[in-house]
């Protein structure tokens, strides 16, 4: 059984920063892509950002130069900074990871608020 436990979401103003983590925990051989998804309300879910085992990075326009993804391999942990926070970036973020066990499956974090005030 795998799980990925997120941290770090909370309130903060416009133009504020944020920083979440994403650890997958659990028997499994490797994590390849992961990433950050996030779902307004009333909204689908979107994607935030991914970044692959190789280091491939890929981010939502809306996000570009503001967000930067990264990942401890050693620790299987996706991070998100966030920077110059916007209302319209107040979601739940969710964490995804591609998770090697005998095949290749992807599992979701439980989801952590992200509120920025204006």
């Known amino acids: 059984q795998v799980q990925l436990v997120e941290s770090g979401g909370g309130l903060v103003q416009a133009g504020g920063s944020l920083r979440l983590s994403c650890a997958a925990a659990?028997?499994?051989?490797?994590?390849?892509?992961m990433g950050w998804y996030r779902q307004a309300p009333g909204k689908q879910r979107e994607l935030v950002a991914t970044?692959?085992?190789?280091?491939?990075?890929n981010y939502a326009d809306s996000v570009k130069g503001r967000f930067t993804i990264s990942r401890d391999n050693g620790k299987n942990t996706v991070y998100l900074q966030m920077n110059s926070l916007k209302p319209e970036d107040t979601a739940v973020y969710y964490c995804?990871?591609?998770?090697?066990?005998?095949?290749?499956?992807?599992?979701w974090g439980q989801g952590t608020q992200v509120t920025v005030s204006s």
């Open positions: 659990g028997t499994f051989f490797r994590a390849g892509t």
């Open positions: 970044l692959t085992s190789g280091g491939s990075t």
């Open positions: 995804n990871a591609e998770i090697l066990y005998r095949t290749y499956t992807h599992y």
